[in-house]
């Protein structure tokens, strides 16, 4: 991690100490409130619940400290997605996607946007940059893309882009701020669900958008205000508590992955196995320019869907899951989730667990599928 990371790190569990007062309390007080004291002309103060909450307004700033930019919360990383094309599309706009990347966000192009007059193309992560960005109106990226873990360079793409007139749309669900931050490469707006390891508890959605644009800030906002895409003060505190252990959980989680693909190199059953940290893999030299970390995700393939299967149920230390970055390693075969990708396909992410004792779970697993 960079010094100027582990700083970030050092303060994000401070940040509400400059505005307190004598007997406060030091963890976030969770406001569940849908409306407000409000004689008079109450501008600038809390009104409504679909307009602000004290709440948001607490993970909204370690949002934004880590992202050094505005953040606006969702109730769902979906919705920020959502908010995002949303907020700045319009009838004849043009958006390039990824064809790797989160398949929900090209069924929302799918099936709503596309009927609004605002049609999509696709194009692979690792040649994204292949065949310019002319006549697009907004071009969005998933970097790593999931489930593949293929990567794209932000700072040509968001060169590229503007140079045709466009904004770029980043999702680094994947990553998180500690991570990689894409607006410092260029990207004009980043999406996240925060539902995954800033949350890290697998037990709330939530998700943001960030953008020093102060104009797509506003829109995003006025998005969320009007269409009611507001998250629960409780997921916001649930959140906000998640945060002010991410730096903690994701430097165990990235350095138990590094060791934890290093060894599945060697394993007889594993084929196809992509992570960023290993110096063989397509994207490490990108991986380490870009990248504070490579992250706590793996994928790779076993013979089959039942070997696939096997190995991740008769996995002591693993959970059958879908969605990623808990404290709990998990597994899923992701062609049952509409990935393009073979039968045996399985993206990994590790927990928090010893990663001693998690490898010879691992380990005897795949063993037994091998036997």
């Known amino acids: 991690m960079s010094e100027t990371a582990k700083s970030r790190a050092a303060a994000l569990p401070h940040l509400r100490r400059s505005g307190f007062a004598m007997g406060d309390s030091i963890p976030l007080p969770l406001t569940m409130a849908a409306i407000f004291h409000a004689p008079g002309d109450a501008t600038g103060f809390n009104q409504y619940g679909r307009f602000s909450n004290p709440t948001w307004d607490a993970v909204?700033?370690?949002?934004?400290?880590?992202?050094?930019?505005p953040c606006v919360g969702f109730p769902s990383g979906m919705a920020a997605i959502s908010a995002a094309f949303f907020a700045v599309l319009k009838a004849g706009d043009h958006v390039l996607l990824p064809s790797d990347g989160y398949h929900t966000?090209?069924?929302?192009?799918?099936?709503?946007?596309?009927?609004?007059?605002?049609?999509y193309d696709v194009r692979p992560t690792s040649t994204f940059l292949d065949g310019g960005f002319a006549g697009y109106r907004l071009a969005f990226v998933e970097t790593p893309a999931n489930p593949g873990l293929d990567i794209c360079d932000i700072a040509a793409v968001a060169?590229?882009?503007?140079?045709?007139?466009?904004?770029?749309?980043v999702d680094n669900t994947t990553m998180t701020p500690f991570g990689q931050r894409p607006l410092d490469h260029g990207a004009d707006i980043v999406v996240a669900a925060d539902t995954k390891a800033p949350n890290g508890h697998s037990d709330v959605l939530f998700g943001h958008v960030a953008s020093r644009?102060?104009?797509?800030?506003?829109?995003?906002?006025?998005?969320?205000?009007?269409?009611?895409?507001?998250?629960?003060?409780?997921?916001?505190?649930?959140?906000?508590?998640?945060?002010?252990?991410?730096?903690?959980r994701f430097d165990r989680m990235c350095s138990s992955a590094e060791?934890?693909?290093?060894?599945?190199q060697g394993h007889r059953a594993?084929?196809?196995?992509?992570?960023?940290?290993?110096?063989?893999?397509?994207?490490h030299n990108l991986a380490r320019a870009q990248m504070e970390r490579f992250g706590f995700l793996i994928s790779f393939e076993l013979a089959s869907e039942q070997k696939a299967e096997d190995f991740i149920n008769n996995c002591d230390l693993m959970q059958a899951a879908t969605s990623f970055g808990g404290v709990h390693t998990s597994a899923e075969r992701r062609l049952k989730r509409g990935d393009a990708v073979p039968a045996g396909f399985v993206r990994l992410s590790v927990g928090c667990e010893p990663v001693e004792e998690l490898w010879k779970a691992i380990e005897a697993s795949l063993d037994r599928i091998s036997d």
């Open 60 to 69: 909204e700033h370690m949002l934004s400290h880590l992202e050094d930019a």
């Open 105 to 119: 966000t090209r069924a929302l192009a799918d099936r709503f946007l596309q009927p609004l007059g605002v049609s």
């Open 159 to 169: 060169e590229a882009v503007h140079k045709a007139g466009a904004l770029l749309v």
């Open 213 to 248: 644009n102060a104009d797509i800030i506003a829109a995003v906002t006025g998005w969320r205000e009007v269409s009611g895409s507001i998250p629960g003060p409780f997921e916001a505190w649930l959140v906000h508590r998640g945060l002010e252990t991410l730096d903690v």
């Open 259 to 264: 060791v934890i693909a290093r060894r599945l």
């Open 270 to 283: 594993i084929n196809g196995l992509r992570y960023p940290g290993l110096e063989g893999d397509p994207s």
